[in-house]
């Protein structure tokens, strides 16, 4: 049996960006890359304040960072950056949601399956922490080609 890609925060790799933007409210600000077709979404609301402000969380831990990215329309890469205090808690969340991790390294952690895959990489007291979801498939697609409406459209000629 395959494994069903990893989620964070109800939004499932391999989603579509109409879906993520249905499942968001207010709606996030999303922008494309000209370049690559990779088009980079920030949730515009969240669960968690500090300093007054919303900000995106994870795990009811508050995140510096918080971004998805779709090729395709569809969410391949999900990326959050947090303050190094919160590493523990953020690792005790992955545990207790999917398990002990499948590869660790030093400070990195490794969640897989034959759809994806969830790396915490932790950074020095100084630095920060960063989460990764990554969709196998779509990854690849967004690290060597080109989005399928940038292709060309072959189409038969007649003969």
């Keep these: 049996m395959i494994g069903k890609p990893f989620e964070l925060n109800r939004m499932r790799l391999g989603m579509s960006l109409a879906g993520f933007k249905a499942k968001n409210r207010p709606a996030p600000r999303c922008d494309r890359d000209s370049s690559t077709g990779v088009v980079h979404c920030r949730p515009a609301a969240s669960r968690s304040k500090r300093n007054g402000r ?58 897989a399956n034959e759809v994806s895959a969830i790396r915490l990489t932790q950074g020095n007291s100084r630095g920060r922490t960063t989460l990764t979801f990554v969709h196998h498939e779509l990854n690849e697609m967004a690290e060597c080609c080109e989005p399928a409406e940038a292709r060309p459209q072959h189409r038969h000629l007649p003969g």
């Design 54 to 111: 919303t900000i995106p969380s994870v795990a009811a831990v508050p995140t510096e960072q918080l971004f998805y990215s779709f090729i395709d329309n569809r969410l391949f890469k999900i990326t959050a950056v947090f303050e190094f205090a919160y590493t523990k808690d953020i690792r005790a969340a992955l545990i207790g949601k999917y398990g002990e991790p499948d590869d660790e390294h030093a400070e990195n952690w490794t969640w």
